[in-house]
């Protein structure tokens, strides 16, 4: 049983290799469960054993990559505090707000991606949020638990993580506003945008303004110059 695990997880990662490559090459919009299968020399029935659609299959290679991002390993590995769920914000907006600056455009894409999946089926959108909260719901909930508990959040009613999906939802869609060459709307200097985006997230969690600008002050001059780490899309 034992060996027969191991090839299948062997198997699994050898089509998740060969989905790279062929994303990579031809974009989510001209790579087919077909040609992932070609390239990994299996069936397509088989490759839909382990990933039941394209949507999964591309999820699944977005999560990985997150996982093997050392920096947002490194936040996510951190004792809950008012202090990590300030950088959480603030990686997030930093993230968000550079999609459109990149130099090769696969943010944008993926963002284009996500936002073109909430008006069709939903299928991406879903397997993503899921992996999403797999990934940061848990740190998200026990830092704003431990924020409330000292005195630097009010208490929240209802789900706590719904307060992260509304902080991640401003930001999407802050940042479909600056994808098209001419930005469909003119924030300000990127500098003020992020202090801004960043309190204004954070009241809307239930910071108080003491706990903001302690925290935030003290995150962004630790966090100058690092790269700006959170989920994609």
């Known amino acids: 049983m034992s ?22 090459r031809h974009g989510y919009t001209g790579t087919t469960t077909k040609s992932v299968a070609a390239a990994a020399a299996i ?28 920096a947002l390993m490194e936040l996510l590995e951190r004792q809950p505090s008012t202090a990590a ?24 894409q993926r963002l284009r ?11 991406f959108a879903r397997l993503l949020y899921a992996k999403i909260e797999k990934l940061i719901g848990a740190i998200f909930v026990a830092s704003l638990e431990r924020a409330v508990a000292s005195s630097d959040a ?20 802050a940042a479909l506003t600056r994808l098209p060459a001419a ?10 945008l992020e202090r ?16 903001i600008a302690s925290h935030l002050s003290h995150d962004q001059a630790v966090g100058a110059g690092k790269t700006a780490i959170a989920e994609s899309a």
């Not at 930005?183 to 003020?192: E, T």
């Open 196 to 211: 801004q985006l960043c309190e204004f997230l954070l009241r809307g969690i239930g910071l108080n303004d003491a706990a």
């Open 183 to 192: 930005p469909c709307l003119a924030y300000g200097k990127a500098n003020d």
């Open 43 to 70: 069936s397509e029935a088989l490759l839909f054993k382990h990933f039941p659609s394209k949507a999964a299959l591309y999820a699944e290679i977005l999560s990985d990559e997150c996982e093997a991002d050392p």
């Open 113 to 123: 991606l996500m936002a073109t999946s909430h008006l069709d089926d939903g299928e």
């Open 3 to 24: 060996s027969l695990r191991m090839t299948s997880d062997l198997r699994r990662q050898l089509i998740l290799g060969a989905a790279k490559r062929c994303f990579a």
């Open 154 to 173: 009010r208490p929240f009613s209802g789900d706590p993580l719904n307060l992260f999906w509304f902080a991640h939802h401003t930001l999407m869609t």
């Open 85 to 108: 769920l300030v950088e959480l914000i603030r990686a997030m907006v930093q993230h968000f707000l550079h999609i459109a600056d990149g130099p090769d455009q696969e943010e944008a």
